[in-house]
């Protein structure tokens, strides 16, 4: 599958996004652990979309609970969604996940994850929306 990415300039992402989005998803911000309403605690079945581009971006198949006060999972939904770059903000570094389509940043993954992947995939809640199946 072929992504047609998006590309918006800040002060089209500001009239898009709330500003807690916008610097988290934009700016590369972390929100909370265990802010209301983050999807930590979401066990419906469903999938979360980007709040940029409306991309399906994690499953709740694929969901687990990390105990990190941030939704996780052990894979994205699809091959395809989710990009990843090296992000040395903390001195050593670390994987970095984003939207594929539209660029939005997400998160981390981490290799202490549950099987089958081994991997947590910690994402910020603020730049997900929830549509139940």
Known sequence: MTVTKINRSDDEWRALLTPEQFRVGVKDGTERAFTPGSHDDEKREGLFHCVGCGT??????????????????????????????????????????????????????????????????????????????
């Open 56 to 133: 399906a971006l994690w499953s709740t198949a694929h969901k687990f609970d990390s105990g990190t006060g941030w939704p996780s999972f052990y894979q994205p939904a699809s091959d395809d969604v989710v990009a990843t770059k090296t992000d040395f903000k903390l001195i050593y570094p670390r994987k970095e996940c984003h939207c594929a389509t539209c660029g939005l940043h997400m998160g981390h993954v981490f290799k202490d994850g549950p099987p089958p992947t081994g991997e947590r995939w910690c994402i910020n809640g603020v730049v997900l929306e929830f549509r139940p199946a």
